[in-house]
């Protein structure tokens, strides 16, 4: 069954002449913008045959909605997004934009996610005697998941 539902995005990818930020990456965290984040793929040389560098928008969105049906018509308010979190420079064009939809990409735990991961480690315990876990399963931060690992391990230090 079923345990996760999945954030559907459209993904644009701008070529530019150059990057203004130091920064790899960073969220949105607005609710009146569209972009939830922001990549600088040129931070560490990674760039077009031509020397251009790029940078990934991501927007979440409902599948049929009138950005996932019509993204070419959403770019220019996306590319003003990405200068108003300050990875390109005031004014400065876009060379090219490439958009994706992806329908399934960040999984999010249904309310029946623990009930059904429950019975799968109750399962792989009496199979395994205990010789496999599943550490972070359904962590979201770095400190719960060691935190996770550490119970799994019995460690209490």
Known sequence: KESNSYVSQVFYYFVTKRVFSRFQYAHGND??????????????????????????????TAINSNLWNDPEKYKNEIWNEIISMKFAEKNTKFEDC???????????PLISFEKNFDLLKS?????FNNKIFFPGIGIFT?????????????FND
Do not use: Q
């Open 98 to 108: 490439k958009i994706f939809n992806i329908p399934k990409t960040v999984p999010i």
């Open 123 to 127: 399962y792989v315990r009496s199979k």
């Open 31 to 60: 609710a009146n913008i569209l972009t939830n984040r922001v990549s600088n793929h040129s931070l560490y040389g990674e760039k077009t045959i031509n020397g251009k560098s790029v940078l990934s928008a991501e927007v979440p």
């Open 142 to 154: 770095r400190n719960l998941f060691l935190e996770s690992l550490r119970r799994e391990l019995n």
